[in-house]
């Protein structure tokens, strides 16, 4: 009687009333937040609407009282009796009883009516356990505040649950709700709708929010297949599945041979990967470092180049930047800025001296797996410095590289996992340079002047005074002109002691007092050409 659109709209509409929409007044506009999800036209939802608040619909209260109706027309039929109901109300209540026999059948509510706290919970824990339909169902309740609080950020999530376990409904939902992603939505429910044969509903979606893609949407096929094999059930989202559906690292043929695998135990190990890296993508906000160094302008243009190609980390050719210099200190404040340039990006220090055997098994606790957060951009800041193990450096070496990355392999579960989207940016001594310049594009860190000293000693007190709960330090006049002679290290280990050493609100540095901390450590100053100190 009705096109596919209108049926699945009305069949949702009538879950949504029965289950907690009984509790909303405003009838119309729970409607119309269906009719425009599934494109109805505003004359057609006004007419539709209109069938609903019928008598004969409105008195089908109840899964009773639609057998009910259905024996008097069968009764009728029996009869030689006609059967005078127009047949568009009848379908809509053909419709509105299927409704309540599947709102039965899932439990979402019950023959006796419930007070709207029970009903609402009940809807509730559905959705939490994975129905789809309830998903659905709340997920729409939440974007449009009815009936629940409106939850754009909760009510999105559910009905993205549903599109990850193949529902159209979801689909239409989701087309609504997050346009802004509407080509991957579009191409689901392009496989959706042809796989149901429904051309007409195709052609409206595409009239509406342009042409679906034509490609193969490999993940909804997959997930077809899977309910095809009755791995799992089409009506019950399965949050672990869905990752291992939908992952990013996996190759299409690990995924499938996964996803198919009468093995539960093989999937439930390799949903402990973090299988959606690489749905993050990252800006390097990299000109925030333009006055970094005042001194080092060609510098600080190679870095800011160098962070600006970061959309080319999974190219062949791509070598990441490796920061090169014996001072510790430079090294840490180049990583500390180049860190504060990805918002929101999960950075992972790793000392490559420091790692032994166990950090490189080939499971999910290699290193570069287990320090991988699956819902952010990654950022490892890799430390070259000192006497690094052959293995680790080795080890390290090929993750630098974007082909071995992209092809990272692991023994259990035996998969291929693509750790492309990570972004690896090095520091290392000048021994350890020379071993690393085949596969980074180095940039030595030139010793500070003078002037960029007196900033960088501000930088390093304020810290200090922040690190150790200090108010207020002031500097002696002449304490960085006096420290400026010594390499940033010493200086910096000087300041902490101090600092450390006589913690009071306020704190005044005295020359005499920081040199002191130099000479007991043996520190000397900085040198140039052949000697001869600086004065």
Known sequence: MFDHLTEIMLKNYFVAENTVGRFYEDKQALFSAYAKIFLLTEEEAASLFALTQREEVLGIQSERDYHQYLRMKQFMAINSRRFDLAPELDAVIDLKGTAFSVALALRLTHEAREARP????????????????????????????????????????????????NSEEGLFAALRYDPAHKARYL?????????????????????????????????????????????????????????????????????????????????????????????????AEAESLAGLRPDQPEEIARVIGGLGNIDLRAVSAYRPLCFVSDSKFMLDFYASHIARCFRDAHVERIEIADLIDYDFEPTKNHIFVRSCDEDAFNLFLLSFCGDVPVRAFDMAKNFLQSGKRKKFRLNHPGLVLDLSSVLPVCFCDRENAKHLSPYCELIRIAEPTAREKGALIEGIVREKAEMYGVKRIEMQEGLAEALSAYGMDEIDGALDAAVRGHRTEKLLLTVAA???YLKENGAKRNTFGFGGELS
Not at 140 to 164: P, S, T, Y
Not at 256 to 269: G, T
């Open 118 to 165: 029970v009903a609402c919970e009940n809807l509730t824990l559905a959705a939490e356990s994975g129905l789809v339909l309830a998903l659905n169902v709340l997920g729409v309740l939440q974007m449009e505040g009815i009936v629940f609080g409106k939850d754009a950020h909760g009510g999105l999530r559910k009905i993205l649950n549903a599109v990850e376990w």
């Open 514 to 516: 920081v040199l002191s």
């Open 187 to 283: 191409g689901a429910l392009r496989e959706c709708l042809v796989r149901n044969g429904q051309a007409e509903a195709l052609g409206r979606a595409e009239r509406v929010y342009g042409p679906c893609p034509e490609e193969k949407h490999a993940d909804y096929l997959l997930l077809e297949k899977a309910f095809r094999q009755g791995i799992v059930k089409r009506e019950v989202y399965i949050k672990s599945y869905a990752r291992l559906i939908y992952s990013g690292i996996l190759n299409g043929r690990d995924k499938e041979a996964l996803a198919l695998s009468p093995n539960k135990e093989l999937c439930a190990e390799a949903c402990l990967l973090p299988l959606k890296l690489g749905r993050v993508a990252a800006v």
